[in-house]
């Protein structure tokens, strides 16, 4: 397996008085596309907001591409190349797509041929281009935080649910989309609950239990073991999508 480019170590976050991860172990390797799997309350959106520093680690280590990164500010572990598009998508209702998608976009104007792909996988955002964000429907405004997050190269992508709420046809664009990424040089995290949609994607696959990582695994044999996955994951993941 290729060398992680992300590690957490004994990783522990308490939110206010609540101890909400228990030492997570997490290796996201470089290059590929890691599923982050786990009941609801599993503590998996959690565990991204770690990273990002938007929570606080209070124990253990969160390392990438070999660098401490646990207490880093979160606009400082951003400039390191990695992006967070929450399940809240996280965009500017008020602002035109267009502006959303300058606004992420942290060393300039965006460049015509990424956002001449962008389009290409999502053909609403040029749609839409003079339109506020607040107007676009769900689905499409799960496609302009995805658009947010992918502007500019990034080494490392953190997506929450990016099938929430859309449409198969959508479904279909955004397994294109990161298929694309990481062919390219985009190393992802993703936490998903439509397992259909995560066994097409994952190279790899942490499962998360109460506030633990509880299992690692390739998506290969993961997607094997029925049986596994049923007492990872119980009825919370819908296998039959
Ligand atoms: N701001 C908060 N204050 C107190 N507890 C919180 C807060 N945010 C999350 N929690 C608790 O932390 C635990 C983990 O939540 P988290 O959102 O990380 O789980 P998850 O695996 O992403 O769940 P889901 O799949 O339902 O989104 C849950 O018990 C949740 O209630």
Redesign the pocket.
């Known amino acids: 397996m290729a060398e992680a480019l992300l590690s957490l170590r004994g990783v522990e976050t308490h ?2 008085r ?1 101890h ?1 991860l228990h030492g997570v172990e997490l290796d996201v390797p470089q290059g590929g596309l890691t599923m982050l799997l ?1 009941r ?8 991204l907001r770690t990273i990002m520093g938007l929570w606080r680690a209070s124990a253990g280590a969160v390392r990438f591409e070999g660098r401490d990164i646990t207490r880093l500010a979160t606009a400082d572990v951003a400039r390191l190349g990695i992006a967070y598009v929450p ?1 809240s998508m996280a965009i500017f209702a008020d602002l035109t797509v267009q502006e959303n998608l300058v606004l992420a976009a942290r060393s300039g104007p965006p460049r015509a041929e990424r956002l001449d792909r962008i389009f290409a996988r999502f053909p609403a955002l040029r749609r839409f281009w003079t339109l506020p964000a607040g107007l676009l429907s769900g689905g499409q405004k799960q496609m302009l935080a995805v658009a947010r997050a992918i502007i500019e190269p990034r080494r490392l992508l953190l997506i929450d ?1 990016p099938t929430k709420g859309l449409a198969p046809a959508i479904i279909a664009n955004m397994i294109d989309a990161f298929r694309e990424l990481k062919d390219g040089d985009t190393t992802l995290l993703v ?1 998903e ?1 439509n397992f259909a949609f995560a066994r097409r994607l994952g190279d790899t696959v942490t499962v ?1 239990d109460d ?1 633990r990582t509880v299992h690692h695994d390739t998506m290969d044999a993961f997607a094997a073991d029925q049986a596994l996955q049923q007492r990872l994951l119980g009825l919370s993941m819908d296998t039959h999508q």
């Open positions: 939110i206010g609540y909400i786990g609801n309350g599993a503590g998996k959106t959690t565990t399940e649910e936490v609950q998360m506030g």
